[in-house]
């Protein structure tokens, strides 16, 4: 049975990110969109918790979000913390972590044990699920079933198509949607900035009449996604020029505050005792951190104070706050961060940042940008506001903070899920499939010939055939179909194997740069047509996702097939 469109009631907006996670959801019958923003454990109402999650050393029990760090304090108490399982940032692991197996990558907790990644985000996507859940069914008089939602899940548009088909997995096993064909349709992949873009689109409306060209800079925790979108006709979104963005989001520059900052004032020693002796207060210390980073006057001078468990540890090493106090006419209570201090710890973030948006503001040549938007959690902070209107306020026309910058991917993602605007995309990558084709002597070398009996000539092994360039602009509906036929009469199966490569015309398929994605196999049973067995592939790009289908034209049967990406899928091929 298809899947019914016409059955969905409310669309939920999952926003995963790397520091916290939220989601919002609005009934199709009014299209009101309506943010979580109550969380257990914070104090301040705001659109996301913490994406932190705490396992029992069995496994079998969880906490997630701020109950998560709660309970890991009530175990350091008992001395019981050491055997328990903590994981923050998880999700940048999916890029970042060298550990990989045929199953997937792997972290290991605050207790030395291994886990898989997927398994993590499937576990905590499974938490906001259920509070999602709890959340729709109690505003709606009436019964809904869990066919009758759709979800949209927002993914960093840096990320590889093998990471969006990961998020999917880790949808799957956290119960969000079912393993079926028909089940899949209920999931939509949604890339942050074109959320983002969407979101923008919606608060500032009066601002962005058909023809305007507008950029979004989605900073979140983990990475910076920007994208440039022409406002078309009905409003709707074209992506101008292919989106760009890298590893520059706000836990980079914690990560200089603590191993180049503290390390340097304290030694590394010291930190080191802190975070294995007293994790819990180290997090809430980052917390204070996180309140300085995006609160912090430019102008002023910040006292950072030291916590107390930090102090008391610091009193074991009489030297270290001898020097403190010396740098500090005499304070050692306190650590003064001076402007160009700070200015320094955000200084090789906001570096890499800046340059991703110049190199965006470069494709888009004589195109000019009426507005670009900062969007995201990292968005807020002064620092990052300043070297934004340093380096470009004479290169756009205005620079915009929505309202709520840190609602941006949550809401938007919701309005997505509701009514998709995009309309068009530029394809990141070439893809393609493997085939042989006829020997050309002034071009392929002779190593890569071959004999073909039943086509009695020399034939040109691992060539590239090309559906989509790099650069192409793309229509969500557009689909692009190649026609495969047999090398041999007697074969009953074809198995195709599928490439991308950043190149615009690769000719082979094992020529540098070109990496594998996957294969898919199609088969008969009835050879008697011999040569003449003719299949029809179509690939969809234009959504978030490659979709594919395979067609017989002899029977007319007609196969939806999910592309398998290797696990050797390299991600060299999203970083520049």
Request: charged letters at 30%; proline letters at 3%; one cysteine or more.
């Amino acid at each position: 049975m298809a899947f019914d469109d016409k059955s969905i009631k409310v669309v939920v907006g999952i926003d995963f990110g790397t520091s916290r996670s939220g989601y919002a959801y609005a009934f199709l019958d009014d299209k009101k969109i309506i943010p979580k923003t109550q969380w257990f454990g914070q104090d301040i109402p705001y659109v996301k918790t913490l994406t932190q999650i705490l396992y029992s050393p069995d496994r079998k029990e969880k906490w997630w979000g701020y109950e998560a760090r709660a309970v890991l304090a009530e175990k350091r108490k008992t001395n019981e913390a050491k055997n328990y399982h903590f994981f923050e940032r998880f999700k940048m692991a999916l890029r970042e972590s060298e550990d990989r197996t045929s199953e997937g990558q792997r972290i290991t907790s605050s207790a030395g044990e291994k886990f898989l990644v997927v398994d993590i985000i499937a576990d905590y996507l499974h938490f906001l699920k259920e509070f999602a859940w709890t959340d729709i069914t109690k505003a709606t008089s009436g019964h809904l079933k869990e066919s009758e939602i759709r979800w949209c899940l927002t993914v960093p548009a840096i990320w590889s198509d093998v990471d969006k088909q990961i998020m999917r997995r880790a949808a799957q096993k956290a119960g969000i949607i079912g393993s079926s064909e028909e089940e899949a349709e209920r999931l939509i992949l949604a890339l942050e900035p074109e959320a983002a873009a969407m979101y923008c689109q919606e608060k500032d409306q009066h601002q962005l009449s058909e023809g305007i060209h507008f950029m979004v800079v989605d900073s979140g925790g983990g990475t910076v996604d920007i994208t440039v979108h022409e406002v078309i006709k009905g409003k709707k979104l074209k992506e101008v020029v292919q989106g760009t963005g890298g590893a520059y989001g706000s836990t980079y520059v914690d990560r200089y505050f603590v191993e180049n900052f503290l390390v340097h004032k304290l030694t590394s020693e010291v930190i080191t005792r802190y975070h294995e002796e007293e994790p819990v207060d180290f997090l809430r210390m980052m917390g204070d951190w996180e309140n300085a980073k995006c609160n912090h006057d430019p102008r002023k001078e910040r006292h950072f104070p030291i916590p107390t468990k930090l102090y008391r540890i610091l009193k074991d090493y009489p030297k270290v706050l001898e020097r403190l106090a010396d740098e500090q006419d005499g304070e050692d209570e306190s650590i003064y961060i001076s402007p160009e201090t700070m200015k320094q710890i955000f200084k090789s973030t906001l570096d890499g940042l800046v340059h991703e948006v110049h190199k965006q503001l470069e494709r888009l040549g004589n195109i000019k940008c009426d507005i670009m938007y900062l969007v995201g959690g990292f968005s807020t902070s002064p620092l990052l506001q300043e070297r934004i209107h340093q380096e470009f306020d004479n290169k756009v026309k205005k620079i915009v903070i929505p309202p709520a910058p840190g609602a941006a991917i949550v809401e938007g993602a919701v309005a997505f899920g509701i009514d998709p605007s995009i309309r068009s995309r530029v394809s990141r990558l070439t893809y393609g499939a493997g085939c042989s084709e006829e020997f050309d002597s002034s071009k392929d070398p002779v190593g890569k010939r071959f004999w073909a009996e039943d086509f009695n000539r020399y034939q040109c092994n691992h060539r590239f055939f090309v559906f989509v360039e790099v650069g192409d602009e793309i229509g969500t509906d557009e689909k692009v179909t190649r026609v495969y036929s047999p090398l041999h009469k007697n074969e009953k199966e074809m198995m195709l194997t599928f490439y991308s490569s950043r190149k615009p015309h690769p000719r082979y398929t094992d020529e540098q740069g070109v990496t594998e994605l996957g294969t898919l196999t199609i088969t008969r049973s009835d050879t008697s047509s011999g040569l003449n067995w003719n299949v029809e592939v179509t690939m969809k790009f234009g959504g978030t996702e490659i979709q594919v289908t395979a067609k017989d034209t002899k029977t007319e049967k007609v196969e939806k097939t999910s592309l398998r990406f290797s696990s050797t899928y390299s991600r060299e091929l999203i970083e520049e």
